[in-house]
């Protein structure tokens, strides 16, 4: 297995001002990012956008890969997701460096693919 290539997100080159997340459209401070594939990486996709942490595990408790991989894979059709939805109107009280792990259980991970 290869090794992890670090990344820089594409705003944050020569600027002073922290990137913008795509879901919860809040500033992303260094360090409280993650890089998501929209079509699952075990599918071959490719295409990938930088979130917040806790976006990204909450889009991963949300959907599993097949629905990612199906229908789950731009940010609007995210957002039409009544829980994502909830979820960007609850986390835009927050401050931006906010994370809070997300519980999955057994069954969940199980069914993930």
């Avoid at 979130?51 to 609007?76: A, P, Q, S």
């Avoid at 809070?100 to 693919?113: A, G």
């Amino acid at each position: 297995m290869g090794r992890r290539k670090e990344v820089t997100p594409p705003d944050w080159d020569n600027k002073q001002e922290d990137a913008i997340c795509p879901l919860c459209h809040r500033p992303m401070p260094e360090g409280s990012w993650n890089e998501h594939h929209l079509v699952p990486a075990t599918f071959g996709g490719r295409e990938k956008i930088t979130l917040h942490l806790v976006c990204h595990d909450t889009l991963h408790r949300t959907f599993n890969e097949r629905e990612m991989k199906r229908y789950y894979n731009t940010i609007g059709r995210m957002m039409e997701h009544d829980s994502i939805q909830a979820f960007v109107t609850w986390i835009k009280k927050k401050p931006n460096d906010y994370y809070s792990k997300t519980k999955e259980t057994k069954d969940r991970k199980r069914n993930r693919r």
